[in-house]
């Protein structure tokens, strides 16, 4: 499960997102540049961990 400080992404696409507190089987998350931003009260099995894609810093 998910703890706060957490960085996920829905699975259906869209920004990362921190997790800020956790509801039994809800999230609540704001976007990760915007800390003080709009909450998103999302079901944990619709995120999965923010992972980068591809190989960043290599020339």
Do not use: R, W
């Not at 699975?11 to 931003?37: C, F, L, R, S, T």
Request: glycine residues 12%; negative net charge.
């Amino acid at each position: 499960m998910y703890s706060v400080g957490d960085l996920v992404q829905p699975k259906m696409g869209g920004p990362k997102m921190k997790v800020i507190d956790v509801h039994g089987d809800q999230i609540v998350a704001v976007a990760a540049n915007d800390e003080q931003g709009q909450k998103y009260t999302l079901k944990a099995v619709d995120v999965a961990p923010y992972q980068e894609d591809g190989d960043f810093g290599v020339c």
